[in-house]
Each structure stands twice: as structure tokens, then as C-alpha cells.
């Protein structure tokens, strides 16, 4: 029997609809048959490959764990017919991409990276040896986005070029947890007006030989729309170089390292560099620490956090209207523990009134006197034209040649426990303690010159064994 017309067309909308509900798979692009034409090569966990027409495919078809090997400088799109930007690629699974020292020119909003679910699925993301550009407007080259994630960037170039807000790396989204992401041997430029890392979510952040520039290189902002920076810890480290510059026209200046809204956030700088380079077109503040609350309705305050300067470490405030530091001083605290600093222009952006300022100078060569910023127990070491050499008294009482400086070392010091220059170590390369010392051991150690130098106690075993050898021969009827 028949069903009537009417009720049979509705029975397949049905089931229409119902085929809409049910779970599907993707499909991915099929793989070409050989590396011919290919742009890039999917590793699979157990070492099989597949080559791809474009990167999107190849990304899209990898499994988690796999790696996306570029093999030819590719586009990713993200700019719509219309202008607007939207995001060029976006995916979610844990991936190694190797640019194998390729381009890979991003669009709009760039490369979004999500997390996993939960914590037991943290998505472990690398970039490598890949250069990646994103030249529109107010573009974005890498965002991490939300979930569980933990981002590597070895050996990568990033650099946003296009006209605007720029961002070259965002830890975006909304993610209460704190993500890991470590930048090694990298560069990231960002435009004119633009930023090169921009945190809206706490992060473990760490910088080891790496340059970060823009009008601010590190800007590290409080809850909007996402959970904010605050408990933040970034390290600078190994070689690294934060620089910012201003501009002409701006509403505002800014930092090289901007902490907007956010308590608690810890930045520990350590052999590496920090400038900033104030406009010469411009009397707006160009700082290398900014200190900011938030202008949005929750108005949030910049409070409890520290930037540390510490051994090796490098700080520049270039041009009449740049500073040390500009913001809400009391309430979060700089501390200059070492490194060499040279300010051209304020310390504090407010007044050079260290009332209610929180700088603490407990070290480092100055280019201007700070002992109004050091606290009880320290001084100036060095009072000339400078460097401006701050010590603690008790070690400067004590031992004068502490810090050694070329005009505080007496001719007469003691110069055993100096290390050797490198004119010293090519004539030998054993560097001795007073005999006193107790941590000292009899170590035999080539020299420069090929000899073997004699060490504590050779002589009393030379003699010991040469009487032994006497004795044996009279015991046996020979003698001496």
C-alpha cells in the first residue's frame, strides 16, 4: 500500500534532517601519488608519508603527532572577498611543522592553534625552521587559542608587516590555565604601530635568544573577554632582545614590556637586552617598563607585579622623552639587581621624585646616579663621570676591589684568584687559588705552553718512592 503524496514527502524531510544530525567525517583531500607538485609532506607517527598540493590539506589530513613538512614556500589565505579578516587556518590536535627553512605567508587573522580537552590532553604544538608572514592589515601571523596546549617555536621567523594593531603572537581565547610556550633562536617583528607578544591569558612564557620588537615587544594584559595575564612568569633569557619604539600621532606611549590590568605577573630578565627608543617627532613617553590599568568598564588596576633585571642584563631608555619606567610605580616594583643600564631620558616617566616610587637598585653599572632609589646598606661604588657602580656597603668596606672596576682594582691586588684574559690563557691555562684555600685540589692540567706544571705535594712523593727504591736495592745486597 501506498503512502499518501503528502505524507511520504514529509517522511523524507524527515529523514533529511535526521541524516543532518548524525556524526560525520571529515574528508580530507586525497594525497598525491608522488612528491611531484607536492608543497608539503605529512609524517605519520609510524613513519609513513603522504605528499599534499597545499599546506591546508596536509594539515588537515595529518594525524595527532604527526609532522607537516613543508616543502616549498606556500599562501594560506584569510582575507575574505570583502576585505574582512578571518582566520587563514585553524586546527586542533597536537603537530610538529617543519618549514624545513620555507615561507609560509598567512592572511587576516593567521594560524590559530587549540587545545585539547582537559589536562590528560595538553596538544604539544612546535613550529620549526619556518618563516611565517602575515602581510594585511591588523593581521595576525600565530594565536594560541583556548584548551590545553603547550607551543614551541625553534628557529622561527615571524614578522607582521601589514599597516595597524598588529600581533605576531597572541595567547588568545579564553584559558584560565596557565599554557606553556617557549620561543628559542627566534625573531618576531611586528609593524610600526603593532605588538609582538600579546598575552590575554596566563602564561609560563620563556625567551631564550630571542628578538621580539614592535611598539611594544611584550604586552601583557588583564581579564577582558578572556581570563587575563595575571600569575603570569615570563623569562628573558640567553641572549634575548625586547625592543619598542614610538610613534607619531599615537593617543599614548607605551612599554617594551606593558603590564596593563594584571596583578602578580613576574618578569626575570637575564643576559638579554631591553630598549626603548622614544620618537624624536614626539613628546609621548616611550618606557621600557610600563605599568598600566585597564580602560575598560572593570578598570582594572596594574598591581603586585615585578620586573627583574639580573646578571648580564642589558637596559636602554634612548631619547629625550623615553623612561625607565612609566605608570602606577607604588604598586608594582622594579628591581635592578644587575646589568648594565644607560637612560637618556627619565627614571620614572611621572618625575624623577623617588617618593612613592618603587625602584630597587641593589647593583648594575648606572650611566647616572640612582642612590636615591637603593636601598639601606648600599652605595656608590664608582662616583666619577661613571659608570655609576652600585655594591653593597658591607662587601665594598670589606674587600674594595668588590665590584672590581679598572679604577677601583689597586695595583697591588691579588690577583690568584682573578680569572685568566684571554691574552692569560693562551700562555696557561691553569688558574690557581692561595695555597690556603681548602677547596683546592692537586690537579695535573696542560698548559699553554705543552708543560706539565708541578703541583702541591709532587716533590714529597718524588722523595717518598726514591728512598722506598734505596732501601729495597741495600736490602738486597746493592747499594745507593
Not at 599546506?55 to 604527526?66: I, K, R, S
Not at 609532522?67 to 582566520?87: E, F, K, P, R
Not at 598600566?292 to 629625550?320: C, H, I, M, P, Y
Not at 637618556?344 to 636615591?372: C, E, H, I, M, Y
Request: charged share 15%.
Amino acid at each position: 500500500m501506498s503512502l499518501p503524496k503528502p505524507l511520504s514527502e514529509l517522511l523524507a524531510c524527515a529523514a533529511a534532517a535526521l541524516l543532518l544530525l548524525l556524526p560525520t567525517t571529515p574528508a580530507f583531500a586525497d594525497p598525491l601519488p608522488s612528491e611531484q607538485g607536492a608543497i608539503a609532506q605529512v609524517v605519520a607517527p609510524d613513519g609513513t608519508a603522504a605528499f599534499y598540493s597545499t599546506f591546508e590539506e596536509a594539515v588537515d589530513a595529518a594525524a595527532e603527532g604527526a609532522t607537516v613538512n613543508l616543502l616549498a614556500d606556500a599562501t594560506v589565505s584569510g582575507v575574505t572577498a570583502s576585505g574582512d579578516n578571518q582566520v587563514a587556518l585553524r586546527f586542533a590536535k597536537p603537530l610538529t611543522i617543519d618549514g624545513q627553512g620555507h615561507v609560509l605567508t598567512v592572511g587576516g587573522l593567521g594560524i590559530y592553534v587549540v587545545g585539547g580537552p582537559d589536562e590528560a590532553h595538553t596538544y604539544r604544538t612546535t613550529f620549526r625552521n619556518i618563516t611565517v608572514t602575515n602581510p594585511s592589515p591588523d593581521g595576525r601571523v600565530v594565536s594560541a587559542r583556548n584548551g590545553y596546549k603547550e607551543l614551541i617555536f625553534d628557529d622561527a621567523i615571524m614578522a607582521a608587516t601589514g599597516t595597524g594593531s598588529t600581533q605576531v603572537f597572541t595567547a588568545g581565547g579564553n584559558t584560565p590555565q596557565a599554557t606553556s610556550i617557549a620561543f628559542n633562536g627566534c625573531t618576531l617583528s611586528a609593524s610600526a604601530s603593532g605588538f609582538g607578544i600579546v598575552t590575554l591569558n596566563p602564561v609560563q612564557l620563556t625567551l631564550a635568544d630571542t628578538d621580539v620588537s614592535g611598539y611594544s615587544a611584550l604586552y601583557v594584559r588583564g581579564q577582558d573577554s578572556s581570563a587575563g595575564s595575571s600569575g603570569s612568569v615570563i623569562d628573558i633569557i640567553a641572549g634575548s632582545a625586547l625592543s619598542s619604539t614610538g610613534i607619531t600621532g599615537a593617543t599614548n606611549g607605551l612599554g617594551t614590556i606593558t603590564i596593563q590590568g594584571c596583578e602578580n605577573v613576574r618578569v626575570n630578565v637575564e643576559s638579554s637586552s631591553v630598549t626603548a627608543q622614544a620618537s624624536t617627532a614626539s613628546d609621548l613617553v616611550q618606557a621600557v617598563v610600563m605599568f598600566a590599568g585597564s580602560t575598560d568598564a572593570q578598570r582594572l588596576q596594574a598591581k603586585g607585579n615585578t620586573v627583574t633585571f639580573g646578571l648580564g642584563s642589558t637596559v636602554k631608555a634612548l631619547g629625550e622623552s623615553s623612561a625607565l619606567a612609566v605608570g602606577d610605580d607604588a604598586q608594582n616594583v622594579i628591581e635592578a639587581k644587575d646589568g648594565t643600564f644607560e637612560l637618556q631620558g627619565k627614571v620614572f616617566a611621572s618625575d624623577d621624585d623617588p617618593a612613592g616610587a618603587t625602584l630597587r637598585v641593589t647593583g648594575g653599572r648606572w650611566n647616572r646616579d640612582v642612590g636615591a632609589y637603593m636601598p639601606e646598606g648600599y652605595v656608590i661604588a664608582h662616583e666619577s663621570t661613571g659608570p655609576y657602580v652600585v655594591a653593597q656597603k658591607e662587601a665594598r668596606e670589606n674587600d674594595p676591589t668588590q665590584p672590581a672596576t679598572p679604577d677601583d682594582t689597586p695595583d697591588h691586588a691579588d690577583r690568584s684568584t682573578q680569572v685568566a684574559t684571554p691574552d692569560e690563557s693562551a700562555k696557561a691555562a691553569v688558574v690557581t687559588r692561595p695555597a690556603s684555600d681548602p677547596s683546592v685540589r692537586a690537579t695535573v692540567q696542560q698548559t699553554g705552553d705543552g708543560e706539565l706544571p708541578l703541583v702541591a705535594g709532587a716533590s714529597v712523593v718524588i722523595i717518598v718512592v726514591s728512598c722506598l727504591l734505596a732501601l729495597r736495592r741495600r736490602a738486597s745486597g746493592h747499594r745507593c
